[in-house]
C-alpha cells in the first residue's frame, strides 16, 4: 500500500502522545480519526471540563474527535469501524479490547516507553529511573490479549544520565516516540503490513539479562519514601518521582507536630554519620541533611511543605530550623 492510501487512527491522551500524532500530520500521513480520554472535571467543584492535551492539539487540526467512556461500547465500535482505519497506533492510552485492536486490516501497535519486555505496565518511566536503570528506550509492537506482550517491531535506546530526572527522560522518550513511530510505519508500508517482528521470550530474556521488571501505576502511597535504604535508592527514588507526582515523607517538628513533605530534588555525598537512624535531620549551616541506611547522608536541594510553595532548602531552613526527623 502507498502512504497516501493508509488511513490511520491514532489513539493517545497525555502530552507524550501529542509528540507522535503532530509528527503524523507534519509528515502527512492521513490521520482519520483520534481517539481519547473524555474530558476530565477540573477545578475546585469539578464543574470545569478539561480536555486531553491530545484532543486539544486534533481540534486545531481539524481531526476528528472520539471519545468513548467504554471501549467496548457498541455505538462507538460501530463508529470506529466506519472510519475504514487500515492501521491503529496507540500512546500513551488505555488497554485496548481485540474487537477494537484487531479491527484494522494492518493492525494496531503501540509506541511503549521502555525497552520490552522489560517495564511493562503504566510508568515505565518512572520506575527505570527509581530503579537506577543507566540505560532506556522506546518500543512499538503490535497488541494483543495481554498489556505490553505483543511482538515487538523496533526498539530505540535512551541514555539516563544519573542526574536526570522524569521531566528529562520523559522529554526524550517523547521525541523518541514520535521518531520510531514514523520509522514503524515505514516498515509497514514497504512490507505490506507485515514488518519483521519477534515475539517478546520472557524466559530468554531472564536468562540473558536477569530480573524482569514491572512498571505499575503510581499512586500516592508509592510516592512515599523509605528512609531504611541506601542513600543511592533514596536519591533514585526521588528523582524517579519528580517533578510529577513527587516523592514525599513526613516532616517532624521538635514539637512532634507532623507535616508532609514532598522532595523534589537531592544530591548524593560521601558523608556518613554511623551513629544516625534513618531519617535522622543534620543540618549544617544552610544545607540540610537526612540520615539513610548505615548513617548514609543524602542532601536535600529543592523541597515543598504542604500548603507552601516549592523552594530551595537552604530559603526553607531560614524558617524551619525547629524540626526533628523524617519518618
Known sequence: MKKDNLRIVFMGTPEFAVET?????????????????????????????QPS??????????????????????????TLKSYQANLQVVVAFRMLPEVVWA?????????????????????PINWAIING??????????LDHDIDTGRIILQKTFDIPDTADVEYVYDGL???????????????LASDGHPASIPQDNGQ??????????????????????WHQSAKQVYDFIRGLSPI???????????????VLKIYRASKTDLKRPSAEPGTIIIEGKSLFVACLNGELLQLEELQLSGKKRMAARDFLNGNQAIKKMK
Not at 486534533?58 to 457498541?74: F, H, Y
Not at 521525541?175 to 510505519?185: S, V, Y
Request: hydrophobic letters at 40%; aromatic letters at 8%; a negative charge.
Open 21 to 49: 500524532l503532530q509528527a503524523l500530520v507534519e509528515h502527512q500521513y492521513n490521520v482519520v480519526a483520534v481517539v481519547t480520554q473524555p474530558d476530565k472535571p477540573v477545578g475546585r467543584h469539578g464543574s470545569v471540563l
Open 245 to 259: 507526582p513527587g516523592a514525599w515523607t513526613t516532616l517532624v517538628a521538635s514539637d512532634d507536630k507532623e507535616t
Open 103 to 123: 479491527m484494522p486490516e494492518y493492525g494496531t501497535f503501540n509506541v511503549h516507553a521502555a525497552l520490552l519486555p522489560q517495564y511493562r505496565g503504566a510508568a
Open 205 to 226: 530474556w531472564i536468562m540473558d539479562n536477569g530480573q524482569l521488571k514491572a512498571a505499575p501505576k503510581i499512586f500516592k502511597e508509592t510516592c512515599e519514601i523509605n
Open 53 to 78: 492535551a491530545v484532543k486539544q492539539y486534533a481540534l486545531s487540526q481539524g481531526l476528528p474527535v472520539l471519545q468513548p467512556e467504554k471501549m467496548k461500547d457498541p455505538e462507538f465500535v460501530e
Open 133 to 142: 536503570e543507566t540505560q532506556t528506550g522506546v518500543t512499538t509492537f503490535f
Open 174 to 188: 517523547m521525541h523518541l516516540g514520535a521518531e520510531i513511530c514514523l520509522e514503524t510505519i515505514e516498515a509497514i
